[in-house]
């Protein structure tokens, strides 16, 4: 199955610093998408990007979708930013209809004031 | 905006009662799934379903079973709820061609006593 490795672990950062976490897969994919999970466990998704570069504020994303990989960029963080960041790919398995998002292992970020 | 609903944020039951959990979506999403989310090991999916009465296992669907007899409804259910069960679970939806971001619902953490 499709393999989703994501990098760093862990990154604690100075407000003001930025930063940038990547995702590496395995296998072309249909759907590749970053999650934010806040400290009450809600998970808000910030980008669907299979491809190309997306800009949201302060949060972009790249995704080069022929090496294989995505990069999520933070600049300015902010305390708010705090929290794990999943990435998750997705593949259609049945008959075009169905398949499943596999997710990264999520990098914990704590952004200090 | 999607919006996918838990039926409940905290539940706690008794070991060998039987579970359900409830998640309602209001998007006329074809793919809705069931993950649970444990420190350490990130979001694991449980079952996921792509069309009404069906359901395909995900990565670890032991001691759990499904239902969808609604395109808007995905419940799952503890057949004979065990202290191993206890965890966040989160519901999530998708459209059918994958080209989408998926939505997850707030999550339910369920204590089993």
């Known amino acids: 199955g499709i393999q989703v490795e994501q990098s760093p672990p862990d990154l604690i950062l100075q407000e003001g610093a930025n930063s940038t976490l990547r995702c590496n897969f395995s296998?072309?994919?249909?759907?590749l998408q970053w999650f934010h999970q806040n400290p009450w466990g809600q998970l808000i998704n910030l980008f669907y990007i299979p491809s190309g570069t997306k800009q949201n504020g302060r949060l972009s994303a790249t995704t080069v979708a022929t090496e294989r990989y995505s990069l999520l960029y933070i600049s300015s963080s902010q305390t708010t930013d705090s929290g794990v960041y999943f990435c998750a790919v997705g593949l259609l398995m049945i008959y075009n209809q169905g398949g499943k998002l596999i997710f990264g292992q999520g990098t914990e970020l704590s952004v200090k004031p | 905006d999607v919006k996918v609903t838990q039926s409940s944020r905290y539940l706690v039951k008794r070991t060998g009662e039987k579970v359900f959990l409830e998640c309602v979506q209001d998007m006329d999403h074809e793919n809705m799934f069931w993950y649970r989310q444990d420190p350490g090991l990130g979001l694991r999916l449980i079952y996921f379903?792509?069309?009404?009465?069906?359901?395909e296992k995900g990565d670890i669907p032991e001691g759990y079973s499904v239902s969808r007899e609604k395109k808007e409804r995905f419940s799952l259910i503890l057949e004979s709820a065990s202290t191993n069960q206890t965890s966040m679970y989160l519901c999530?939806?998708?459209?059918?061609?994958?080209?989408?971001?998926?939505?997850f619902g707030d999550g339910t953490r369920l204590s089993i006593l």
């Open positions: 296998d072309s994919v249909n759907n």
């Open positions: 379903s792509y069309d009404v009465k069906m359901k």
């Open positions: 999530a939806s998708l459209t059918g061609g994958f080209n989408q971001p998926q939505h």
